[in-house]
């Protein structure tokens, strides 16, 4: 998600906000427990966490839990933060695959996702999703 130049600080020190009435920043925890929805609007999993990558300042991925019930069975997947964006009105963060697709992702334990510094996973979902990579 890049910044633009209408959501720089103004003069009064007050961010500016974008055509939506956003700025840039947002805090992890209004990213945290939101819904993912596939195009045709379906549920298919939720923000768990943000696993970020300390050495470059950038969001390694947010990872998407999915399945199971009342956290039993449930996998996470880590998806790149360029393959989702936010849609207002589904109150709901986006990405363009299927329940099928996120099926077959990969996947694993938080514990696994953030092993050998999380670059594994993150190596493998930018592969699978496609994603440019910021490194």
Known sequence: MASTNSNQVNTAGTAQRT??????AIRANKVIGTNVKNQQGEIIGEINDIVLDKL???IM??????GGFLGIGEKY???????????????AYVGGFSRTQLEGAPYGSINELTSAEGNSYRDRAFDYYKADRYW
């Not at 880590?78 to 109150?91: H, N, V």
């Open 19 to 24: 055509a939506s009435g956003h700025t840039t």
């Open 56 to 58: 470059s300042n950038n």
């Open 61 to 66: 991925y947010v990872v998407v839990s999915f």
């Open 77 to 91: 997947h880590p998806i790149p933060w360029a393959s989702l964006d936010y849609d207002e009105d589904q109150d």
